[in-house]
């Protein structure tokens, strides 16, 4: 989808992700919500933990303790056909 362009990640774009590194808030990571693969920005704040995108178009997704959530790893790379 559209949600990372502002990050430069692209609708058809490979995102390389490393599963070994623990994300730092404000990383870009790969995440599993409620049934549903997403790539967003990690944000960890004071009692509140967020997904975001780099489209302002889309709201924040607040992880709460019942969510469906897994946390698969950090985006470090991205391939893109040309």
Do not use: H
């Not at 990571?29 to 967020?50: E, P, T």
């Not at 997704?61 to 790379?77: Q, R």
Request: proline share 4%.
């Amino acid at each position: 989808g559209d949600s990372m362009t502002g990050a430069g990640i692209l609708p058809d774009d490979i995102v390389v992700v490393d599963r070994s590194v623990m994300p730092v808030s404000g990383q870009i990571i790969v995440a599993m919500l409620d049934g549903g693969m997403l790539v967003k920005y990690w944000i960890d704040q004071v009692g509140k933990k967020l997904l975001r995108s780099a489209n302002a178009q889309y709201p924040d997704l607040v992880i709460t303790d019942e969510s469906d959530f897994l946390l698969w790893g950090v985006v470090t790379g991205v391939v893109r056909k040309l």
